[in-house]
């Protein structure tokens, strides 16, 4: 795979992440934006919007004193706000002679494969007919159980199911930054940013912790990923031209098939499994299912289908992956396994608790 910034002229399908405060602070950016993505279009290139900003500009167009807290003024926010951001899309893009199609989208929606194929599928058609979905959060309909987090969660998890090779992640810091403040232009080691947090927002939802974390998640389908600001003049055009700008993060390790991304990235898990060290070193070889000999524990309640985090003895989170059994089946029979004092019929015993199919190691 050809390393560098270079390698992003090549980049065919992107994903671009907008968030609220680039778009409230900078009223061109849109403008600028379908400015670049027309020429970049042009040159053979297909564009994905994840844009946050409807809560921001429904809440003012609903005569919302200030933002607000509850649930219920947020969804309706969100309903009144996203026709007029959409709006500024379709007037920008239409300049150009591009179309934009609205995509609304909740955790739910990724997390069931049915629905996660059908997305795929018309987004697939959208970019194919050369449109320019915008992809926003359906936060008309969201709680707490079926959100995304942030919309730069959102952008790393819908990156594999368009097989995008490029998120970019625009923000209004110029990239990821170190302890003096200064722009790391490869970000090669994630510890960096986590003892540092020198950018600011590092600790907010949607901040820049946040991005790295989209951006490293991204990196594992196998696409690249750029955190930049939002106000730079043409950054579309800079980026996608190799230049120094933001800061780059390449795909690490083999990349990950969108089945397996999507276990470890989009499904939440439902509880945790307890694993021996000698079942750790068999997983971390990467040719081994869990078997039930292995599990010293479970944490949780979960059923046989869920996801689930793999702890290894203290605690450290290794891998995810689909359980066979539910959290009960699971502690029961392993409990029976290591007690020779309790009776376990043969036929009761399964072969595997998650299936390497079912299984993903973490970073």
Same mark, same amino acid.
């Given at each position: 795979?050809?390393?560098?910034?270079?390698?992003?002229?090549?980049?065919?399908?992107?994903? &671009?992440?907008?968030?609220? /405060?680039?778009?409230?602070?900078?009223?061109?950016?849109?403008?600028? !934006?379908?400015?670049?993505?027309?020429?970049?279009?042009?040159?053979?290139?297909?564009?994905?919007?994840?844009? #946050?900003?409807?809560?921001?500009?429904?809440?003012? %167009?609903?005569?919302?004193?200030?933002?607000?807290?509850?649930?219920?003024?947020? =969804?309706?926010?969100?309903?009144?706000? =996203?026709?007029?951001? +959409? /709006?500024?899309?379709?007037?920008?893009? /239409?300049?150009?002679?591009?179309?934009?199609? %609205?995509?609304?989208?909740? *955790?739910?929606? !990724?997390?069931? @494969?049915?629905?996660?194929?059908?997305?795929?599928?018309?987004?697939?058609?959208?970019?194919?007919?050369?449109?320019?979905?915008?992809?926003?959060?359906?936060?008309?309909?969201?709680?707490?159980?079926?959100?995304?987090?942030?919309?730069? %969660?959102?952008?790393? +998890?819908?990156?594999?199911?368009?097989?995008?090779?490029?998120?970019?992640?625009?923000? /209004?810091?110029?990239?990821?930054?170190?302890?003096?403040?200064? $722009?790391?232009?490869?970000?090669?080691?994630?510890?960096? &940013?986590?003892?540092?947090?020198?950018?600011?927002?590092? =600790?907010? $939802?949607?901040?820049?912790?946040?991005?790295?974390?989209?951006?490293?998640?991204?990196? $594992?389908?196998?696409?690249?990923?750029?955190?930049?600001?939002?106000?730079?003049? *043409?950054?579309?055009?800079?980026?996608?031209?190799?230049?120094?700008?933001?800061?780059?993060?390449?795909?690490?390790?083999?990349?990950? $098939?969108?089945?397996?991304?999507?276990?470890?990235?989009?499904? @939440?898990?439902?509880?945790?499994?307890?694993?021996? =060290?000698?079942?750790?070193?068999? !997983?971390? #070889?990467?040719?081994?299912?869990?078997?039930?000999?292995?599990?010293?524990?479970?944490?949780?309640?979960?059923?046989?289908?869920?996801?689930?985090?793999?702890?290894?003895?203290?605690?450290?989170?290794?891998?995810?992956?689909?359980?066979?059994?539910?959290?009960?089946?699971?502690?029961?029979? #392993?409990?029976?396994?290591?007690?020779?004092?309790?009776?376990?019929?043969?036929?009761?015993?399964?072969?595997? &608790?998650?299936?390497?199919?079912?299984? &993903?190691?973490?970073?």
């Amino acid at each position: 795979m050809e390393a560098g910034r270079k390698a992003l002229a090549r980049a065919r399908r992107i994903i &671009v992440k907008i968030g609220s /405060n680039a778009l409230a602070d900078h009223p061109e950016l849109i403008p600028g !934006l379908a400015e670049d993505i027309a020429e970049l279009s042009a040159r053979g290139a297909s564009f994905l919007i994840v844009s #946050s900003g409807a809560v921001a500009l429904g809440w003012r %167009q609903l005569g919302y004193r200030k933002r607000p807290r509850e649930i219920p003024q947020l =969804q309706a926010s969100a309903a009144a706000g =996203q026709s007029l951001l +959409m /709006n500024r899309y379709a007037e920008a893009f /239409n300049v150009h002679g591009l179309r934009v199609a %609205q995509v609304l989208l909740t *955790h739910s929606d !990724l997390a069931k @494969r049915t629905s996660l194929n059908n997305a795929r599928a018309s987004l697939g058609a959208l970019l194919d007919a050369r449109a320019v979905p915008i992809v926003n959060e359906n936060d008309t309909v969201s709680t707490e159980e079926i959100r995304f987090g942030d919309n730069d %969660q959102l952008a790393a +998890m819908v990156t594999p199911l368009v097989n995008a090779d490029l998120l970019v992640l625009l923000s /209004n810091v110029e990239g990821v930054l170190d302890e003096n403040g200064e $722009r790391i232009p490869l970000f090669a080691a994630a510890a960096e &940013v986590f003892e540092h947090r020198a950018a600011e927002g590092a =600790q907010g $939802r949607g901040g820049i912790m946040s991005k790295v974390d989209a951006a490293r998640t991204a990196c $594992r389908s196998g696409a690249r990923a750029i955190v930049a600001r939002a106000a730079t003049p *043409h950054v579309l055009r800079q980026i996608l031209d190799g230049e120094d700008v933001g800061t780059l993060f390449e795909p690490r390790g083999n990349a990950l $098939r969108a089945r397996k991304h999507w276990i470890a990235f989009t499904l @939440r898990p439902r509880g945790a499994i307890v694993i021996d =060290q000698g079942a750790v070193l068999a !997983l971390q #070889s990467g040719k081994k299912s869990l078997l039930p000999i292995g599990v010293l524990g479970v944490r949780g309640h979960f059923d046989p289908g869920d996801a689930v985090r793999i702890l290894a003895p203290g605690g450290d989170d290794i891998a995810r992956g689909l359980s066979r059994l539910s959290s009960l089946e699971v502690a029961r029979i #392993s409990g029976a396994l290591r007690d020779a004092h309790v009776p376990l019929d043969p036929k009761e015993a399964p072969d595997v &608790v998650v299936h390497k199919d079912d299984l &993903v190691l973490l970073d």
